[in-house]
């Protein structure tokens, strides 16, 4: 077979999320700072990227009714701009330690195996009384999906998948 190029080059977007000062690990820096706000968060992003990345770009102005975006992100469907607003809280996620200990105890066993490496009270084996425990179990709502992600990338990267593009596509 013959490589055909279908112009979809999607690797300067994967550089802006992955790379080591990349959105997900600005993100996540940005999370481990009590002061961070999210205007510094923005100030970060613009500083590292804007007219760095050819996919990092200012966005359109917003309609009426439309939140301001803070940056836009070309992506092979087209632009889309994004706000930032409670980006840094909603990343910190945290789960009630009694809440992932309940679960990992649950008898239905999903539950069970989805919360099985999650850090909670009865699994971490430390004491309550230092705050080093509880920030070093700290898990970021990017980290773990960059966890995720890194899982995925190995199990697809381990198998052998054969592509089928469709010829005639229905209309």
Known sequence: WVFVDFGMDLQACIELFEKKMGLLSILEEESMFP???DKSFTEKLNATHLGKSP????PKPPKAGIPEAHFAIVHYAGTVSYN???WLEKNKDPLND???DQLKKSSNELCVVAFA???GQSGSGESK???GAKSGSFKTVSSAYRDQL???MRTLNSTHPHFIRCIV???
């Open 35 to 37: 002061k961070a706000t």
């Open 98 to 100: 009694t809440v992932v």
């Open 129 to 131: 009384g230092g705050r």
């Open 84 to 86: 930032l607003s409670g």
């Open 169 to 171: 596509p229905n209309e």
């Open 150 to 152: 890194n899982n995925l």
């Open 55 to 58: 996919v990092f770009i200012k």
């Open 117 to 119: 490496d999650h850090p």
